[in-house]
């Protein structure tokens, strides 16, 4: 029947798929594909894939329970998402997050990994299923997390492509590793703005997007080593949920994803979003406060470097006069001097390109709590173009001014 409702099951998983440095890594693959050959999940979601050679890996083992797949390629390493479906995949898309990390935080190695959002278009059934894998990035210290403003850029560039890009959707299907709890600021940002509801917080009344009634009939996940062996499938657990998809008969509702009929839903937007907001200023202070040490610290250098050029001209000037620096000596400062210059020459361009991003975010943010206040006075604005009055005419009193 046309109405009669579909069962997925989906599953998602933080691979922890670093060759060489992640602990038994290629028998943890190997058991991965051994879960997920039994076909008893419909779509699979997998994060920290960082080898292609190990998605490869993986569509060999499963091309007969899940022929459909697709990875998603960016940034130096990857973005390390990837996408198993019994169902036949249309489309897909990929989004690189405009901000992710440090690139001299080597040791946490975000900024390599190119952290994304990937969209696959899949037709379940009569429907069409917009299904969105992603990764944000990771929270190393919760009580002093520097990157949470990064992270509530990411939530607010990951809400944005998901509605801008699901309004032909029937049903929305996100999962990935979101390095948040529930009640996180850009978790909630997420929920709020795109109507997402959490599976995990409401298994038994999750309801869905406008055109499909989405229940989230079951949920579990992994519990720790696997049994017979001496190792969990990831150093993060695994997560299955059974959703239910049904088309509704009647669409009397509007397809308007972001329109919001109940004042208490949008004036507690306008705070999370003045939250948000927040929490990018703070980023925005900081950009501007490293930018203006590294060019301070490169003045320093440059200082440095010329008068070393001016100490060194010495002998060419006063005919006779030794050389105040031995050479060796001379040598290491001029390298000294350059290395600083070339350091805080690439931190510039870096946290200026940081500042623009962070910039960027918080002036659509502006805009967004702007047009919900207009939404709660109830405001409602001409948006028709100016005429421009006739060659000669003097514009009319009653004209709309500017």
């Known amino acids: 029947m046309a109405n009669s409702a579909v069962s997925i099951r989906v599953f998602s998983l933080n691979c922890w798929g670093i060759r060489y440095l992640s602990k038994e890594c290629a028998q943890r693959y190997a058991m991965i594909g051994d879960l997920l050959s039994n076909g008893e999940h419909d779509i699979v979601l997998l994060q920290e894939v960082w080898s292609e050679k190990d998605f490869i890996g993986l569509k060999k083992k499963l091309v007969f329970s899940h022929p459909h797949s697709h990875y998603f390629k960016s940034g130096v390493i990857g973005s390390g998402l990837a996408i198993f479906s019994k169902h036949r995949i249309h489309d897909t898309f990929l989004y690189r997050y405009s901000l992710n990390g440090y690139p001299y935080m080597a040791h946490h190695g975000d900024w390599f990994g190119g952290k ?45 492509f998901i509605r801008h890009t699901s309004r032909g959707a029937d049903a929305v299907i996100l999962g990935g590793d979101l390095n948040m709890h529930p009640q996180d600021l850009g978790t909630r940002l997420l929920r709020s703005y795109t109507g997402l509801r959490d599976a995990y917080l409401e298994t038994s009344q999750f309801d869905g997007s406008l055109k499909a009634e989405i229940r989230c009939d079951f949920m579990s996940t992994t519990k720790g080593s696997v049994p017979d062996k001496p190792f969990p499938y990831s150093d993060h657990e695994a997560l299955t949920a059974d959703l239910r998809l049904k088309p509704l008969i009647s669409q009397e509702t509007t397809h308007d994803n972001d329109s919001t009929h109940d004042s208490s839903k949008v004036a507690e937007l306008v705070d999370i979003l003045t939250e948000a907001r927040t929490e990018v ?59 600083i210059l070339i350091t805080t020459f690439l931190l510039y361009l870096f946290y200026t390109m940081e500042l623009k991003s962070l910039q960027g975010a918080e002036d659509q943010m502006r805009l967004a709590v702007g047009g919900l206040q207009e939404r709660l006075r109830g405001v409602s604005v001409d948006h028709t173009p100016l005429r421009k009055p006739p060659e000669g005419e003097e514009p009319s009193d009653f004209d709309t001014e500017e």
């Not at 969105?132 to 520097?146: G, I, N, P, Q």
């Not at 403003?149 to 607010?156: D, F, G, S, Y």
């Not at 301070?296 to 050029?309: C, F, K, Q, S, Y």
């Open 116 to 160: 994304a959002v990937g969209m696959a278009i899949i037709q379940v059934g009569n429907l069409t299923a917009n299904v969105y894998v992603t990764h944000l990035h990771a929270e190393y210290c919760r009580e002093k997390d520097s990157y949470l403003p990064h992270r509530v850029v990411q939530a607010w560039e990951l809400q944005q």
């Open 281 to 339: 200023k703070v980023g925005l202070h900081c950009a501007e406060r490293m930018r203006y040490t590294a060019t301070r610290t490169g003045i320093m250098g440059l200082a440095l470097l010329i008068l070393e050029l001016a100490i060194a001209a010495v002998p060419w000037l006063a005919l006779g006069a030794e050389q105040p620096f031995p050479r060796t000596s001379f040598y290491l400062l001029a390298a000294l001097c350059c290395t």
